[in-house]
């Protein structure tokens, strides 16, 4: 959709509101214009004809409608200005019917060369013919009287009265406009006159303070009326540089989308009305848009970015705002918003909106966003707190699930996770951190074949916290490559113990991208593999899709390395993000782990049972091993094994527990023959 379609789209929410009212001013705006033009061209046509003054005028306002002055983004386009000096000047000399003949021809004039909406031009016809008459009115009741038959011209003790009905000219047309401009986007009345009254003000005043000048010259030289052709230029201009340069301070370049200035503008206005109505702030980063630029150069950047803009733009509500902060970050403002879950949906509507491939440079690409949500007024009610939570939500999006609402507990900069933070630190020398085992059970024999550890922190004083709690926390803070070192050393040893007591278990660490891109990770699984002398094939690292966003490249060789070393890879919670099969081909993992979210739907939707069937199929055409995580029950677990899943994890075959608890259920289990587990895993 071009940027003219989108201007001329009517709003999908208030439509009804925004029609009636089209309606309620056009419908005899456009009868009186239709009653006047048809009586002046009935009555007077002669008179009309023979008027040098009505002829010079309508050629001025031709020509200046030929070349209107066109600032893009502005509602209501500067070029009708020449218009408003001829036809207040028509007003003062020859009467309502000729001024409202003028405008009409100016409005018609403008819509052939601009072509807007049908619904447009009828209303701009109703508006001025209404505004004109507003004005004439204050200029009979006040004892002005111009006509047709009998023209006037302004003499000095006129200019009161007549600034006064240019006053009811400016406010009443402005106030028509406004209403609509407000319905169409949902603001507030008088939040959309203020936004724009200081400029409209300054270019009617310069307009409509020539009129009596011109007026004068219709009635005593029609001839020289070209002379004013010079000034009003000047004040087009003016009007040009001060209008273009509003719009650049406030909008982005690229994209013509709100910037930055406006969006903090807007938000402090959502903000400044009643606190307690709720409102959405997200902040929105492109993945992997770095790649793009790289690779394809940045004018194919650039172009992604306006694609994005106007997928964005197109996905909201005309009261929404999006804006452009820079590079691949944009905000969307949501004034109105009923509460949490809708906030939510829409983030994942706009990520579903982006999903969609964008054809660049002869190529495909896909622009996946993180989506950070802060809420007011639960996460903060000024601009900058918003803003800043949900920057920090943006940022556990991006490692996560895509779309994160912000909570205190999870901020590192909240004075809680501070906290949290200095006790993880104790924890970790502590040795308040335990690794859990979860079994991995193969289907065929229903033998525990691996296991996976996760991690536990034994607070003295909250419990067990589990792993969402405090990973990300370590992730953010630099803490993460101790804490996996503690749990591979752990977990390395305890399978040590499985391995020499005749259960040769593959065991499963969870690894962060902090892990991935610290230079000395390898080194270090390398080491704790020595120390406890298991085998590399005894250990598999779990990474997920997102781990590979932020740097591609430097993970993928990471990874290489590590299965050079022999360690097996393992494709965490697929599904959830959005690596591409051919990604799963590139990437050298040996297994992959069907997410909980299919696994748990896999009886109720067939959807989703298509899509565990076809992830196993595609899976094992490309060697790999597949595991179905999170099966709480047998009829989800013989399903999955019909869908040709190889292993099963989750509540059913075990929950985790600590590896001695893990180590009497293997000892009830009949001893493997040796290294089954590591040969034949898939069964
Ligand atoms: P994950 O790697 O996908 O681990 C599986 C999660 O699903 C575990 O949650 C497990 O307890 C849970 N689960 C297993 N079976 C079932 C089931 O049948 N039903 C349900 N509802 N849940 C089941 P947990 O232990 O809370 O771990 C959550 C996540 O934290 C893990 O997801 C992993 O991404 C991360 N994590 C855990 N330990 C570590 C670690 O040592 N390092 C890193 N980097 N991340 C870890
Ligand atoms: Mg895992
Ligand atoms: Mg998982």
């Given at each position: 959709m071009s940027r003219e379609d989108e201007r001329n789209r009517l709003p999908a929410t208030g439509r009804v509101a925004f029609v009636t009212y089209l309606a309620a001013v056009s419908i005899p705006g456009v009868t009186l214009a239709g009653l006047l033009i048809g009586r002046v061209v009935l009555t007077d046509s002669g008179l009309l004809a023979g008027s040098v003054a009505f002829w010079m005028a309508l050629a001025l306002v031709g020509a200046g409608e030929a070349r209107p002055l066109f600032l893009p983004g502005l509602a209501d386009p500067v070029g009708v200005a020449t218009s408003a000096t001829f036809s207040y000047a028509a007003l003062l000399h020859l009467g309502l019917p000729v001024a409202i003949l003028l405008h009409v021809s100016g409005v018609l004039a403008a819509a052939m060369v601009r072509r807007p909406a049908w619904w447009r031009t009828v209303f701009n016809v109703a508006q001025y013919s209404i505004s004109l008459a507003a004005a004439w009115a204050t200029l009979t009741l006040a004892g002005y009287h111009a006509s047709l038959p009998h023209p006037a011209s302004p003499r000095g003790g006129d200019i009161p009265v007549i600034a006064l009905a240019g006053v009811a000219y400016f406010l009443v047309n402005n106030v028509l406009v406004s209403s609509a401009v407000s319905l169409f986007s949902q603001r507030s009345l008088l939040a959309t006159m203020r936004a724009d009254f200081g400029y409209h003000a300054g270019v009617n005043t310069a307009l409509l303070a020539v009129a009596p000048l011109v007026a004068v010259v219709m009635d005593q030289a029609a001839v020289l009326l070209p002379l004013f052709v010079l000034p009003l230029v000047a004040i087009h201009k003016h009007a040009e540089v001060s209008v273009a340069r509003e719009h650049e301070a406030l909008h982005d370049a690229l994209t013509g989308l709100p910037n930055r200035v406006q969006l903090l503008e807007r938000t402090e206005t959502t903000l400044g009305?009643?606190?307690?109505?709720p409102a959405a702030l997200f902040l929105l980063d492109l993945d992997r848009f770095k790649e793009v630029n790289d690779t394809l150069g940045h004018p194919a950047g650039d172009e992604v970015l306006q694609i994005v803009a106007v997928r964005l733009r197109a996905s909201l509500r005309p009261g929404d705002v999006v804006a452009r902060l820079g590079g691949d970050e944009f905000a969307v403002l949501l004034?109105?918003?009923?509460d949490r879950d809708t906030a939510v949906e829409l983030a994942h509507r706009l990520r579903a909106a982006l999903d969609e491939p964008i054809q660049v440079a002869g190529t495909f690409v896909t622009a996946d966003a993180s989506i950070g949500i802060a809420l007011a007024p639960e996460h903060g009610s000024t601009f900058e707190l918003l803003h800043q939570r949900a920057d920090v939500a943006m940022y556990l999006a991006k490692a996560g699930r895509g779309v994160e609402v912000y909570s205190a507990e999870r901020d590192t900069n909240s004075p809680q996770r501070l906290g949290l933070l200095t006790e993880l630190r104790g924890a970790l020398e502590r040795d308040e951190i335990e690794v859990h085992f979860q079994p991995k059970v193969r289907l065929a024999d229903a033998r525990v074949v691996g296991a996976e550890a996760l991690v536990r922190w034994r607070h003295p004083d909250r419990g067990m916290v589990p792993p969402d709690e405090f990973v990300p926390l370590a992730e953010q803070s630099g803490l993460m490559p101790r804490l996996t070192d503690r749990v591979l050393a752990y977990t390395t040893e305890q399978a040590a113990g499985w391995w020499a007591s005749g259960h040769p278990l593959v065991v499963a660490v969870n690894v962060s991208i902090r892990d991935l891109l610290d230079p000395g990770f390898l080194a270090r699984v390398d080491a704790a593999l020595g120390r406890s002398q298991?085998?590399?094939?005894?250990l598999i690292l779990e990474i997920t899709e997102?781990?590979?966003?932020?740097d591609y490249a430097r993970g993928l060789d990471v990874l290489e390395s590590l299965r050079r070393l022999g360690v097996g890879l393992s494709l965490d919670?697929?599904?959830?993000?959005?690596?591409?099969l051919t990604m799963l081909r590139r990437l050298p993992v040996s297994e992959i782990k069907i997410d909980r979210s299919f696994t748990a739907r896999v009886l109720d939707s067939p959807e989703d049972e298509s899509i565990v069937r076809s992830i196993a199929e595609l899976a094992h055409a490309l060697g790999l091993t597949v595991v179905a995580e999170g099966v709480e029950d047998a009829p989800v677990r013989e399903r999955v094994a019909r869908l040709g899943c190889d292993l099963v994890q989750g509540w059913l075959t075990g929950r985790p527990v600590r590896g001695t608890e893990l180590a009497a259920v293997l000892a009830a289990q009949a001893p493997a023959c040796p290294r089954a587990g590591v040969d034949a895993p898939g069964g």
């Open positions: 009305r009643d606190i307690n109505r004034p109105e918003v009923a298991l085998p590399a094939e005894a997102r781990v590979l966003i932020s919670d697929f599904g959830t993000g959005y690596s591409s």
